[in-house]
């Protein structure tokens, strides 16, 4: 009797040791799996900064440009692009790519310059994806619901005129919300990159002093015209400070020989 009672403690033991070993590794692959199912939520942008040397600018930009478009395996996509080759030189490229393709991307785009700044923003858009998926559930159960009503109601002209009103409503709220539904994924599947040049840490040192020089007629002139229409807003109250001060002067000497 004794015997029995004590294997049986020793299962009970055995079991409850068991689920005591499995529940901290259970719980971390919980933690795991809740880390993925909230990552397929998040969109990532980044954001480089590069200083390029003056004369590399026009070629590092092209070279850049031709690596996303040819990049056919990562979907990369040129979403704006902008240079400027006047008194400050600089370019900005932003692109919509892969994950995978980032690194990439981001290397070519400093091979001739200096990576001098880089950062990466993560939104979290599981409430809006989430909210538009049931959204549009929502919206599919009552078109599905209509239909199923236009059917019933084939002899009740005015039936069918309300119902078929809804129903354009509600395909339109589908459509759109089927569109929402896209951009969203495409947010949290693609991620986006700003690049932008700059000409500041590579300039030489004369080219500050270069273009000072080179504006200094036109910086002369915009003085000299400042300069004048300063005078102009000035001379009337000038004027009428002359006239005002003559008066008081008048009436006090005038004071003063009574």
């Given at each position: 009797m004794f015997i029995r009672y004590f294997l049986l403690f020793m299962i009970v033991a055995g079991i409850t040791s068991c689920a005591a070993k499995q529940t901290p590794e259970q719980t971390r692959i919980d933690s795991v799996t809740s880390k993925q199912q909230e990552s397929k939520y998040l969109a990532y942008e980044h954001s480089i900064t590069i200083d390029v040397k003056e004369e590399y600018l026009a070629d590092v930009f092209k070279v850049t440009v031709d690596a996303c478009l040819n990049d056919k395996d990562n979907d990369c996509t040129i979403l704006d692009s902008?240079?400027?080759?006047?008194t400050h030189h600089f370019a900005n490229i932003r692109f919509r790519i892969k994950p995978n393709g980032v690194n990439n991307i981001i290397s070519v785009a400093s091979s001739k310059g200096k990576l001098v700044q880089q950062s990466t923003h993560i939104e979290d858009l599981a409430k809006p994806i989430l909210d538009n998926n049931l959204r549009l559930k929502m919206l599919e159960?009552?078109?599905?619901?209509?239909?199923?009503?236009?059917?019933?109601?084939?002899?009740?002209?005015?039936?069918?005129?309300k119902i078929s009103s809804e129903l354009t409503r509600v395909l339109s709220e589908i459509e759109q919300a089927k569109g929402q539904e896209s951009f969203l994924s495409q947010r949290v599947n693609m991620d986006i990159v700003n690049v932008q040049y700059e000409v500041q840490q590579s300039r030489s040192f004369w080219k500050p002093i270069s273009s000072s020089l080179s504006d200094f007629s036109n910086n002369l002139s915009d003085g000299i015209s400042g300069t004048i229409v300063a005078v102009a807003y000035l001379l009337p109250g000038a004027i009428l400070f002359v006239i005002v001060f003559a008066i008081i002067r008048f009436l006090w000497k005038r004071s003063q020989k009574r």
């Open positions: 902008k240079t400027s080759y006047g159960s009552h078109r599905d619901n209509l239909m199923a009503l236009q059917q019933k109601a084939k002899d009740d002209v005015e039936s069918l005129i």
